[in-house]
């Protein structure tokens, strides 16, 4: 393929060049969604509201209580 290569295929590619450097936890993910989501100065609230699921719910993610999935992604 080289040169003609699909975008997503060379990103792939490039992210699994070396799998434990880019290697992230369900922890690692839910404390950046957090710091996003401070760093814009949004509540829980707007963002849930915005995701369309409860508060409660969008607290859970952010404390790596809830299992996110690609889907959820």
């Known amino acids: 393929m080289g040169f003609h290569e ?9 992210l699994f060049k070396d799998q434990q450097k880019f290697m992230v936890s369900e922890k ?23 995701l369309n ?7 859970k993610i952010e404390l790596g209580h809830v299992k996110l999935t690609v889907d959820h992604l």
Not at 6 to 14: A, E, G, L, Q, V
Not at 33 to 50: G, L, M, P
């Open 28 to 50: 690692d993910v839910s404390l950046r969604i957090r710091t996003i989501r401070e760093s814009k100065n949004y509540s829980q609230y707007y963002v849930a509201y915005k």
């Open 53 to 59: 699921i409860s508060q409660n719910t969008f607290s």
């Open 6 to 14: 699909k975008p997503m295929i060379c990103f792939f590619r490039f």
